[in-house]
């Protein structure tokens, strides 16, 4: 190594990428807190979905006939949906909720369109073959209102037009709505561009940091969607460094994301 330069290596995709940086430019290198968690993935997962927080599990909340919705992440985000939707879908499939009465929607914002192999991995293989999974579509929407602030609640019609509602994300700092999650799924997960630049328009104002659930104009008009659609069950997790599950939090869409 060159004098006076320290190697740091930085994620990159699926790899990662090694740089030299002077010593002089760096005053601390500062690595997220090592977090001991005793159960799997999988035991993380079934545990939250059987003890949700201020809701009924799914057999309480789902019935035979009902058409449910499960929103998830697009492929810019890193919830692992293929980890989570297997056990979810065996929920419902207990609570009488056939394979085809449920379609997953990816909640792409003003994202691209993902191609089918991208739709695939983000589901997994069996998920993929057995349910409907498409994406979000911004030109075909339900306009339900407009929030206090102005934000016209424009949603995608089968997310609107769903019996049942179910979304999932995973929590972390988000730099002006506070943390990721919760009803983001929603909006600006399956809304249009008009509705989400006057969303975010408020990250300017005070309030509108990470961390901050309080007061938080953008959070606040997100939140607020909730008295024009309903999420009947929230799935959110909390990954540590390596993409890995360490947490989960299911059921009323607020209280859990809380």
Partial sequence: MEEGFIK???????????????????GKIMHGEKIDVQLSEAEVVEQALKDPIKALPIDGT?????????????????????????QLIMELNRAGIEDNDITIVFGLGIHRKQTVEEKRKLVGDDVFIRITCIDSDPDDVVSLGVTSSGTPVDIFRQ?????KRICLGNIEYHYFAGYSGGYKAIMPGVSTFPA???????MVEEGAR?????????RDDIEEVAGFIKIDFLFNVVLNEHKK???????DPVAAHR
């Fill in 245 to 251: 599950i360490i947490g989960a939090f299911a059921g």
């Fill in 196 to 202: 989400i630049q006057k969303n975010h328009s408020h």
């Fill in 62 to 86: 789902f019935k035979k006939g009902d058409k449910v919705v499960v929103i998830t992440s697009d492929l810019t985000r890193p919830m692992p949906s293929y980890k989570v939707l297997p």
């Fill in 8 to 26: 740091v290596e930085l994620g990159f995709g699926k790899q990662s990428k090694l740089l030299l940086v002077p010593a002089k430019n760096i």
């Fill in 159 to 163: 997310v609107v037009e769903a019996d």
């Fill in 210 to 218: 990470a961390s901050n659930l309080v007061n938080n104009p953008v």
